[in-house]
Nanobody, 119 residues
Framework: QVQLVESGGGLVQSGGSLRLSCAAS????????MGWYRQAPGKQRELVARITSGGSTNYVDSVEGRFTISRDNAKNTVYLQMNSLKPEDTAVYYC?????????????WGQGTQVTVSS
């Protein structure tokens, strides 16, 4: 059974920092592309950051330079370090694991963790 368990969300003031963690089980973690998505009230879920099995990263423009995604394959965990947080970063953050399998993609989601940034 695959599980992605996020932690580290909470309430923080504007300009503050949080670090999200996502612990994975039931998958061969090191071969998966891991991502963090977020969904704010009334908005569509959007990709925030992604890290490949080889360690390449990409970010949505709005978080570039403020957020850092990293992974520890020994701990089956992916992290999102969020600095200089802004009220517009308020959302539920979801961990995602994806693996391309030819024409299909194996994809799993965590349950989400709330991040609230007060002004």
């Amino acid at each position: 059974q695959v599980q992605l368990v996020e932690s580290g969300g909470g309430l923080v003031q504007s300009g503050g920092s949080l670090r999200l963690s996502c612990a994975a089980s039931g998958i061969i973690f090191r071969i998966y592309v891991m991502g963090w998505y977020r969904q704010a009230p009334g908005k569509q879920r959007e990709l925030v950051a992604r890290i490949t099995s080889g360690g390449s990263t990409n970010y949505v423009d709005s978080v570039e330079g403020r957020f850092t995604i990293s992974r520890d394959n020994a701990k089956n965990t992916v992290y999102l370090q969020m600095n200089s947080l802004k009220p517009e970063d308020t959302a539920v953050y979801y961990c995602n694991a994806a693996l391309g399998l030819g024409l299909k993609t194996a994809e799993y989601w965590g349950q989400g963790t709330q991040v609230t940034v007060s002004s």
